[in-house]
């Protein structure tokens, strides 16, 4: 589990604007499960389209998955082995 520093409050989040969505999401439950305020900061990619709404949700549960239990899940994937 993530330890937290005594006093931490605040993290900027700096990512590519592509990347940001699926960031925030992943900061929002880590930090956040923690107290801790995140803002984000987005740094242009040039890309026209944010990451795909698969992967914001399946690292969503990722990360809500290691909040409540401690374990990610890695184990799940062979190709981990």
């Given amino acids: ?5 005594a006093g931490l409050s605040h993290v900027y989040l700096i990512t590519s604007d592509y990347h ?7 900061a929002t439950v880590v930090f956040g499960s923690r107290g801790v305020v995140v803002t984000p ?6 890309r026209d389209e944010d990451e795909s709404l ?6 969503f549960g990722r ?9 990610s899940g890695a184990g799940l994937n062979p190709r981990l082995d």
């Fill in 63 to 71: 990360c809500w998955l290691w909040v409540v239990t401690g374990r």
């Fill in 1 to 5: 589990m993530m330890k937290v520093g």
């Fill in 54 to 59: 698969v992967r914001v949700v399946r690292d």
């Fill in 20 to 26: 940001m969505r699926r960031a925030r999401v992943i």
């Fill in 41 to 46: 900061v987005a740094v242009g990619s040039g």
